[in-house]
């Protein structure tokens, strides 16, 4: 689902090469601003496309930055916004219509939750931390899809080093008791 202003969103099925084409010229140009919920995820499924997004938003991350008491789509829609969003297990996802509907209010609300918190967030002198935040969301999304490898030696020998330490933890506690009540 895409919105290209508030109150206007719409559903595109993007079943067609031309469909992807045309999808992935939009999500590519940094010129073009793009704002999901959960950038990370968003930027992970495009990358299984073959697409790499440009010039990301993400409003989780800023109500993060704000430290609003919820980073949940649907509650922070109601909290900032007043709107009460459709739940995900409500949808019946055998209607297109249906789904349409709800994709189509998601991308609208990111979108209008965007423009909100970026005010906040501009007015509150935290627009730097997130713009330097924002700019790991990718970072992140290339180590999920990659994963991370590390050196087992120095972490099993840590695990050993932690084994010994409890024991001898465990060992002064009981002899500590064991004493302590006769």
Request: charged share 25%; with cysteine; proline share 3%.
């Amino acid at each position: 689902s895409l919105a290209v202003k508030e109150g206007e969103a719409g559903y595109v099925p993007f079943t067609r090469p031309d469909d992807i084409e045309f999808l992935r010229g939009l999500l590519q140009d940094p010129r073009i601003e793009k704002v999901a919920h959960n950038a990370v995820f968003e930027y992970i499924i495009a990358r299984g496309c073959g697409i790499t997004i440009h010039n990301l938003h993400c409003t989780k991350l800023m109500a993060a930055v704000l430290r609003t008491s919820s980073t949940h789509l649907k509650r922070l829609t109601w909290q900032e916004l007043g709107v009460e969003q459709t739940r995900y297990e409500d949808v019946d996802w055998t209607d297109l219509a249906a789904v349409v509907q709800y994709g189509s209010a998601d991308s609208d609300l990111a979108l209008r939750l965007f423009h909100r918190l970026r005010a906040s967030l501009v007015e509150e002198g935290l627009w730097e931390l997130y713009e330097m935040e924002r700019a790991l969301l990718p970072v992140l999304a290339e180590m999920t899809i990659r994963g991370i490898q590390f050196d087992r030696v120095p972490v099993d020998a840590l695990g050993e080093r932690l084994k010994v330490q409890a024991i001898e933890v465990e060992a002064g506690i009981r002899a500590h008791f064991q004493l302590g009540g006769e």
